[in-house]
């Protein structure tokens, strides 16, 4: 909801002048502080914890950064009928983006999945989406033509995004109990995209990002969303049957191997696409972002409901 919002009043009162400049100053310092609890967060030990299990987390990871990119790769050829050009550079980062953390964890325990795997899987994912979505973006994305990542860009990710991401990692025998108390600190999580959000569609205004796309081309997205987290879905579930994990393991696959993050997605593209129309790179995934929610929600329940169901109801 506090997403939408923020996209509608960008859209309606744009920041503009001095306060365009002072909103962009404070999106690069909620971003460094937003992955600095990230690093902050995040446990390293157990994915090292995790590695007798190698096979399920290899199979989301493989699932998260090798499966979902090449989907992105062959919407290149999806016809502008279907996926509009001004939409696909959005669409194709995100399917580079890491897993979610929290919402993954949730409807795997919420499903009597494998809990502990999924921690271990996505906190793995969002540990290497750090370095491996913005080298997948530039592998992918710049050799396209889909989008620029210059050298700029580099050196902001490393300042905004790694650099931070290090230190909380390197500070954590002082803050990882702080930050474990303060569960609260997740608002400042929600308070930055938030804001990112709003900064992004306010200069997508001041760019007429609004005159490249049309209602009917929205919808388009929202279809081939859908259709993408529905294959994926179903994807994952038949794939981790075919290679013999068992039901709690086939639901960690399913609700990581399927999701990405927004938390993670939307600042980091923020700094990997700057001076771009980055209101329309980050739509896709919101889009994304909030049809996964709707969907492992209903999938989480009836797994909830039925010990054994025969198959995932993706459709």
């Given at each position: 909801m506090a997403i939408v919002?923020?996209?509608?009043v960008a859209t309606l009162l744009p920041a503009s002048?001095?306060?365009?400049?002072?909103?962009?100053?404070?999106?690069?310092?909620?971003?460094?502080?937003?992955f600095f609890l990230y690093g902050a967060r995040l446990r390293p030990d157990q994915a090292l914890a995790g590695l007798k299990h190698w096979r399920l987390h290899l199979t989301i990871l493989a699932c998260t950064f090798a499966l979902f990119p090449?989907?992105?790769?062959?919407?290149?050829?999806?016809?502008?009928?279907?996926?509009?050009?001004?939409?696909?550079?959005?669409?194709?980062?995100?399917?580079?983006?890491?897993?979610?953390?929290?919402?993954?964890i949730n409807f795997t325990s919420i499903a009597r999945g494998n809990v502990a795997g999924a921690i271990v899987s996505a906190s793995a994912s969002n540990l290497l989406g750090v370095f491996v979505t913005p080298l997948l973006a530039i592998a992918l994305m710049n050799t396209t033509g889909q989008a620029s990542v210059s050298v700029g860009s580099i050196v902001n990710l490393v300042l905004q995004i790694l650099l931070p991401f290090i230190l909380g990692q390197l500070s954590r025998p002082w803050t990882a109990d702080f930050v474990a108390r303060h569960p609260k600190l997740k608002?400042?999580?929600?308070?930055?995209?938030?804001?990112?959000v709003y900064a992004a569609f306010s200069e997508g205004v001041r760019e007429g990002i609004w005159g490249l796309v049309s209602i009917a081309?929205?919808?388009?997205?929202?279809?081939?969303?859908?259709?993408?987290?529905?294959?994926?879905?179903?994807?994952?579930?038949?794939?981790?049957?075919?290679?013999?994990?068992?039901?709690?393991?086939?639901i960690a696959i399913?609700?990581?191997?399927?999701?990405?993050?927004?938390?993670?997605?939307?600042?980091?593209?923020?700094?990997?696409?700057?001076?771009?129309?980055?209101?329309?790179?980050?739509?896709p995934?919101?889009?994304?972002?909030?049809?996964?929610?709707?969907?492992?929600?209903?999938?989480?329940?009836?797994?909830?409901?039925?010990?054994?169901?025969?198959?995932?109801?993706?459709?």
């Open positions: 919002t923020a996209a509608v002048g001095i306060g365009a400049e002072i909103l962009d100053w404070a999106t690069k310092v909620a971003i460094f502080c937003l090449l989907l992105g790769f062959l919407l290149g050829f999806l016809p502008h009928a279907i996926l509009p050009a001004a939409l696909l550079p959005g669409l194709v980062y995100t399917t580079l983006c890491p897993s979610t953390v929290q919402s993954s608002l400042f999580d929600q308070a930055s995209i938030v804001m990112v081309d929205i919808a388009l997205l929202v279809a081939v969303c859908l259709v993408i987290l529905a294959l994926m879905l179903w994807f994952t579930w038949w794939l981790a049957r075919r290679l013999g994990f068992d039901r709690a393991d086939a399913q609700f990581c191997g399927t999701k990405k993050s927004l938390a993670t997605g939307l600042p980091m593209a923020t700094v990997l696409f700057a001076g771009q129309p980055i209101g329309l790179i980050m739509l995934l919101m889009v994304f972002h909030q049809a996964q929610l709707m969907a492992c929600s209903a999938l989480a329940s009836r797994y909830a409901r039925d010990p054994e169901p025969d198959a995932p109801a993706a459709a």
